[in-house]
């Protein structure tokens, strides 16, 4: 079984500074990981995805993640925040064995101040 | 454009009607996906389909049915068993034969029932 722990419902930053949402998961196979956007009264977007090729991926909106096995964490990060990004962010989680459905996290909040 | 198309955008019963939520997609995928969001507590999965004419579970299906008659559409009917069903609700669609296939979400359904 998989599962996905987002650490801090609500993540709040200044304009311009560092983006970091953190995401950690479990699972006893090679995970396929995903980061999502919610932007209000929205469904979810497609920010990057991990799928074994690089650790180190790059997404939309200057948004970026790496995987990291010996932590079992795949954290989101922007090096500037700018006031469109507030949104609710979500991290998912699929394994390469079973049905293909994804788990998601809680969610976390971006709140961005000017 | 490719897409999912759900509808109606807000939805409002009275309490003890069943009611039926749309959602139609012209990706081609055969994985369809209905997602309950309730503030504070992520998406939590109602139901699934993975091919035309069957379906599974998900994780809060009592006081929901689904239906897959056709690989494009997926209704979700709100049945008047369901204890609390305001909320949003969100449609998705996916490869089903790939793992690292991510979802691609409609812009949901907001329902109110009073």
């Known amino acids: 079984a998989q599962s996905v722990t987002q650490l801090g419902s609500h993540v709040s930053v200044s304009e311009g500074a560092l983006v970091l949402l953190r995401c950690n998961y479990s699972?006893?196979?090679?995970?396929?990981l995903f980061w999502y956007v919610q932007y209000p009264n929205q469904g979810l977007q497609l920010l990057l995805k991990?799928?074994?090729?690089?650790?180190l991926v790059k997404g939309i909106n200057d948004f970026e993640a790496e995987f990291k096995k010996s932590e079992t964490s795949f954290h989101l990060t922007k090096p500037s925040a700018h006031m469109s990004d507030a949104a609710e962010y979500f991290c998912?989680?699929?394994?390469?064995?079973?049905?293909?459905?994804?788990?998601f996290g809680r969610g976390t909040s971006l709140i961005v101040h000017p | 454009d490719g897409g999912i198309t759900q509808s109606p955008k807000y939805l409002f019963r009275k309490e003890g009607q069943n009611v039926t939520l749309s959602c139609e997609q012209n990706?081609?995928?055969?994985?369809m996906y209905w997602y309950r969001q309730d503030p504070g507590q992520g998406l939590r999965l109602i139901y699934y389909?993975?091919?035309?004419?069957?379906?599974q579970k998900g994780d809060i299906a009592e006081g929901y049915s689904v239906s897959r008659e056709k690989k494009e559409s997926f209704p979700l009917t709100v049945t008047s068993a369901q204890k609390n069903p305001t909320a949003f609700y969100l449609c998705?669609?996916?490869?089903?034969?790939?793992?690292?296939?991510?979802?691609?979400f409609g812009n949901g359904t907001r329902l109110t029932v009073t």
């Open positions: 998912a989680v699929t394994l390469s064995g079973g049905s293909y459905i994804p788990t």
């Open positions: 991990y799928t074994s090729a690089a650790t």
């Open positions: 990706l081609n995928h055969d994985a």
């Open positions: 699972s006893s196979v090679p995970p396929y």
């Open positions: 389909s993975q091919i035309v004419n069957d379906f």
């Open positions: 998705a669609s996916s490869r089903a034969d790939r793992p690292n296939s991510p979802l691609h």
